[in-house]
């Protein structure tokens, strides 16, 4: 998969482009880049998804937004899906003026989208004055053929990224998992830590993620990647109070047998997290650490004994 920005798409490639924030990669996001990927092979075009940075809400509204996942996460599962480019649009007050037709023109002009794939309920141009209807038929005179997706929805509701924030907030992971399709999932690299784990018995990954997570910080149960390779893991995400408190990082320690050079050796690992255990505490001493770990673990391994071939599908 290629990435590039729209100051630097001069792409002979006719593309077939799907628009949108896609910042959760949820079911109905799915829905959308399946639907692409399927429309690209019949049509002999490359696929390429188109997204915005920032947020448009952080531009037009002011909202600091939290991730849901990081950039490299989201980059790596584009790739796995098979996604030819990834095309970044700086949004920002001069692009939110871009009227409905210009807007559209810069997919055909600058981008050479041949088709485009968007959601029901898209809207785009100054004011979200565009919809569906007017991209059908302004793209029709330009010679975009616009292709629309059905909303997918949980309990007749639109499944929206707003809400799986609010779930990541809270450390509800299986609801978050629900409406995603997936187990949510954090790419990252593997940094030095301070070897508190190790000297205590109970030695980490440590990887450096971006520190804007929506994700509750706290304890979890889930599973390390590494090398095509699932361990079950006793996760932290946070800022580990009882040995520093500054910045985040995410903590996995392997409950599972493992090989010791290929886990050491390996720099990119995926880290799915399947149930929130508690909260961060500061202990009084490492001592107090080292039993609410063996609890952690204890608890953990309890998890998997009773979810069994239900704990997880990746």
Not at 161 to 188: A, D, H, P, Q
Not at 230 to 253: F, Q, S
Not at 271 to 297: A, G, M, P
Request: glycine share 8%; with cysteine.
């Amino acid at each position: 998969m290629r990435i590039i920005s729209i100051s630097n798409s001069a792409e002979n490639e006719e593309k077939i482009c799907a628009i949108g924030n896609f910042d959760g990669f949820h079911k109905g996001h799915l829905k959308i880049l399946n639907f692409l990927k399927k429309e690209a092979e019949n049509s002999n075009l490359k696929s390429a998804v188109i997204t915005f940075d920032p947020h448009p809400k952080e531009v037009l509204k002011g909202e600091k937004l939290c991730k849901i996942i990081p950039l490299e996460t989201k980059i790596e599962f584009l790739k796995s899906i098979g996604i030819d480019y990834l095309i970044t649009i700086p949004f920002n007050k001069e692009f939110s003026n871009l009227d409905k037709k210009d807007f559209l023109r810069l997919l055909k002009d600058k981008l050479n989208c041949k088709k485009i794939v968007v959601g029901e309920d898209w809207r785009f141009g100054k004011n979200k004055e565009g919809d569906v209807s007017f991209a059908k038929e302004f793209g029709k005179k330009l010679g975009i053929n616009v292709e629309v997706v059905s909303l997918e929805k949980n309990k007749n509701e639109k499944i929206s990224s707003s809400e799986i924030r609010t779930f990541l907030k809270e450390g509800k992971i299986e609801y978050v998992n629900k409406l995603i399709g997936r187990v949510y999932c954090i790419t990252g690299s593997v940094v030095s830590g301070n070897k508190i784990g190790s000297k205590i018995g109970f030695p980490t990954i440590n990887i450096k993620v971006d520190e804007n997570l929506c994700l509750r910080t706290g304890v979890y149960v889930g599973y390390i990647e590494i090398n095509g390779k699932k361990y079950k893991a006793v996760i932290n995400w946070g800022r580990r109070p009882t040995v520093d408190g500054k910045n985040k990082v995410l903590e996995v320690h392997i409950i599972d047998d493992f090989d010791d050079k290929e886990v050491l050796e390996y720099k990119k690992p995926k880290v799915y997290f399947l149930h929130y255990i508690r909260d961060e505490q500061k202990f009084e001493n490492t001592y107090q650490l080292k039993e609410q770990i063996k609890k952690d673990i204890l608890y953990s391994l309890k998890y998997f004994e009773n979810e069994g071939s239900n704990a997880v599908n990746i």
